[in-house]
């Protein structure tokens, strides 16, 4: 232990209650293996799958096709240059781009190998056996599996009859929170909560806690851009906002996102490895990311593509008379199939070619669809056709 925790570290861990068991844990999150393989599910779900032999693969909420055009045209003339460590200040550049584009200061950002690090290292530096993470149910999640794998207190707060965080709960439900968790849209419901809420929220939460806005999935929802909170950050409240690449710039496998919030917050995200992770990220990726960001006609096109799917597949279940949770607002959609359990229902659509997502132990008769290109879709109706109809 002595080895992999700097003394530093180990000092901010005890004054903070950790023990040294779960300082070693600590350390495994901040050391990356435990982030990748045991706290991020699409990492985890990814694992698990024997083979990716899937025809229609709409369980992990990934964009239906690859990087956009500028962006892979980027990262194709960086690999030619990537003898280089930083052939063009890659790395500045992204977070460049990111402070122009959200309107917050450079050294406001940080930057990750995906948001999923982002999170679980929240934890670690927010909450401790003493300080909870407050999270909606059901949420994404990896904070939640972070704060249990480091043996945190957890509380639970189940979404509104609205599907939307019941924000005024979490506000009250542990007056030494660590860190209060809003995934918006959430994630797996794609619903959306207010940012009336939520700035209402960043205002009136227990004080000593940082509200983690994670916003995955924000540039696929209605009121983009006007929706993102960013101006949070600008104001210097106690936030933290989690962005990635993964989902509406079609660059999962290329593993970037990033934060933004004050800077003696990022410090205490980084504090663990010195920063080293967040800023050694693959060129390729960093030129994908840079050029992707201002391609706003991509990001028109795919929003549109997102909506008409979308629209098709909620018009296909209702006429069936499916209860959908809704309305979402993401690249997600749930479906209740009331008398059937989300497991088995995961395994009859395997069994056509078609994998659904991982189960959500809260609602057992719900599954999660992603949305997928049209065709992903219309496989989805062939195959629903066969496992409803059998
Ligand atoms: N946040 C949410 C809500 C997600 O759904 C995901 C991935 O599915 C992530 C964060 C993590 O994304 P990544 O680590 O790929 O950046």
Request: proline residues 5%; contains cysteine; charged residues 20%.
């Amino acid at each position: 232990m002595k080895n992999t925790i700097r003394e530093e570290v180990k000092d901010d861990l005890l004054s903070r209650g950790f023990s040294r068991r779960q300082m070693m844990r600590a350390a495994m999150i901040f050391s990356g293996g435990a982030t990748a393989l045991t706290l991020s599910p699409e990492m985890a779900f990814a694992q698990e799958r024997s083979e990716a032999s899937a025809k229609v693969r709409i369980g992990q909420n990934e964009c239906w096709t690859g990087p956009m055009a500028p962006g892979a045209k980027a990262a194709a003339a960086a690999i030619a240059v990537s003898n280089r460590y930083s052939p063009n200040d890659e790395h500045g550049q992204l977070v460049r781009a990111i402070a122009k584009i959200e309107n917050v200061p450079e050294d406001h950002i940080m930057t990750w190998p995906g948001s999923n690090e982002a999170l679980a290292r929240s934890v670690v530096a927010f909450c401790s056996p003493t300080k909870s993470l407050v999270q909606a149910d059901p949420t994404y999640e990896t904070s939640g599996r972070a704060a249990k794998f480091l043996n945190v207190p957890i509380k639970s707060v189940p979404l509104k009859a609205d599907y939307s965080h019941d924000i005024r709960a979490m506000s009250t439900t542990d007056a030494s929170a660590g860190v209060i968790y809003v995934c918006n849209p959430n994630n797996p419901t794609g619903t959306m909560t207010a940012n009336s809420e939520i700035e209402w929220l960043v205002d009136n939460k227990p004080s000593g806690s940082i509200v983690v806005i994670d916003e995955a999935y924000i540039h696929w929802t209605k009121d983009y851009p006007n929706n993102t909170t960013s101006h949070l950050v600008a104001a210097g409240k106690d936030v933290l906002i989690m962005r990635t690449f993964s989902k509406i710039f079609g660059m999962a496998g290329m593993r970037i996102g990033y934060t933004m919030g004050r800077p003696e917050l990022l410090a205490k995200l980084r504090l663990h490895d010195g920063g080293a992770l967040s800023s050694q990220l693959p060129v390729p990726s960093t030129a994908c990311a840079i050029a992707s960001l201002t391609d706003t006609a991509s990001i028109a096109a795919r929003r549109k593509m997102l909506m008409d799917n979308r629209a098709m597949t909620v018009d296909f279940l209702t006429k069936r008379g499916l209860k959908l949770i809704g309305p979402s607002e993401a690249n997600m959609l749930m479906i209740d199939w009331k008398t059937k359990s989300s497991k088995e229902m995961q395994a009859a659509f395997k069994a056509q070619g078609v994998e659904i997502a991982r189960v959500f132990p809260t609602w057992p008769t719900v599954s999660r669809i992603s949305i997928g290109s049209k065709a992903d879709m219309e496989g989805f109706f062939a195959a629903f056709n066969k496992v409803v109809s059998a």
